[in-house]
């Protein structure tokens, strides 16, 4: 198996500027969760879907951020419009269940100019 | 809610020296406990895990971890540091029971550094 792909790996874009991540997890994983890293805040979870549905979004930031999963093998997260603060690294990962551990992806570094 | 707590932000040791990362947590149930790396530029990749039985966990690149139910702590040692280990450590708790998908929070990451 490939692992948790997400794309692209560095996105730069201007401020105001939709951005979209992609993330296609692991075959067969039924959790899907949207982490991001900052120095300042270290890993956050922003949201995470069970089985295709969103569970809990309580971690996106505010309006600007939403995330959908169409299917069991992709998933989006979006920013519009984004802002300077919104530069980080956004993880995506996987599980199988809730019992298993959770595979990330390599991540997508975002930088908003 | 739960936490986790790395009272470590930086360890510098000698390559060959052993080590020990710390980790406390804080959650009402049995916790699931985990320990990821990050190298540079790279994602998350997992150690170790701990669900229950033994306490002792072993896990990949040498590293093994204990879980102290008393002092609620799931430390992470290495008896010899190679250079590559040189990296920055996530510890993790997760909560979710069946049927629910799990969350993980992590804490603030140690950064190790290796010296030759």
């Known amino acids: 198996d490939a692992g948790v792909i997400q794309s692209p790996r560095h996105e730069v874009t201007e401020m105001g500027q939709e951005v979209t991540l992609r993330c296609k997890p692991i075959?067969?994983?039924?959790?899907l969760f949207w982490y991001r890293q900052t120095m300042m805040r270290g890993l956050e979870l922003l949201i995470y879907?069970?089985?295709?549905?969103?569970?809990?979004d309580s971690g996106m930031p505010e309006d600007r951020f939403s995330a959908k999963m169409p299917n069991a093998s992709f998933s989006t997260l979006k920013i519009q419009p984004s802002e300077p603060r919104d530069s980080a690294v956004y993880f995506c990962?996987?599980?199988?269940?809730?019992?298993?551990?959770?595979?990330f992806g390599q991540g997508t570094r975002l930088t908003v100019v | 809610a739960q936490s986790v707590t790395q009272p470590d932000i930086h360890i510098t040791v000698s390559e060959g020296a052993s080590l020990e990362l710390r980790c406390n947590y804080s959650y009402g149930a049995t916790p699931y406990l985990f320990w990821y790396v990050q190298s540079p530029g790279q994602g998350l990749q997992l150690l170790l895990k701990?669900?229950?039985?033994?306490?002792l966990v072993q896990g990949i690149k040498g590293f093994e971890a204990e879980f102290k139910r008393s002092q609620s702590s799931f430390n992470l040692r290495k008896p010899s540091v190679h250079w590559s280990d040189a990296a920055e450590y996530f510890c993790a708790v997760g909560s979710g029971g069946a049927g629910s998908a799990r969350q993980l929070t992590f804490g603030s990451g140690t950064q190790l550094t290796v010296l030759p």
């Open positions: 990962a996987s599980s199988i269940t809730a019992n298993t551990e959770a595979f």
């Open positions: 701990y669900f229950s039985g033994d306490t």
């Open positions: 879907f069970n089985n295709n549905v969103p569970i809990d």
């Open positions: 075959s067969g994983h039924n959790s």
